[in-house]
């Protein structure tokens, strides 16, 4: 069982920062790699950033430079540093957990989403 919790979201001016976070809770050991999605309302969920379980980074274009995903493995914890926030990233954030393992030759995952966490920013 995989529970995440997601919280540091909320309202803040174009050019602010803020510092998402997901604690994860999990009974369950495996090879695992986290991301955070974002979900602007009325609009697909996108891929924001993600931990690969070798530790290496990657980010959509619309974040690059500006965002910084980080994890805290003591506390068991995926931050997500954001700024230069602008309107554009007004968003449900979501953070993704998924536990890896082989089936037939392929990686696949199991996958587990926090309850989200708003992230507004206005002009």
């Known amino acids: 069982q995989v ?49 690969d379980s070798d530790g290496s980074a990657s980010y959509a274009d619309s974040v690059k430079g500006r965002f910084t995903v980080s994890q805290d493995n003591a506390v068991n914890t995926l931050y997500l540093h954001m700024n230069s926030l602008q309107p554009d990233d007004t968003a449900m954030y979501y953070c993704q957990f998924r536990c890896l393992y082989y089936s037939g030759g392929s990686l696949v995952g199991d996958t587990y989403w926090g309850q989200g966490t708003q992230v507004t920013v206005s002009s």
């Not at 529970?3 to 001016?13: D, F, H, I, N, T």
């Open 3 to 51: 529970q995440l919790v997601e919280s540091g979201g909320g309202s803040v001016l174009a050019g602010g920062s803020l510092r998402l976070s997901c604690v994860v809770s999990s009974d369950t050991y495996c090879t695992s790699d986290m991301s955070w999605y974002r979900q602007p309302v009325g609009k697909e969920r996108e891929f924001v950033s993600r931990i």
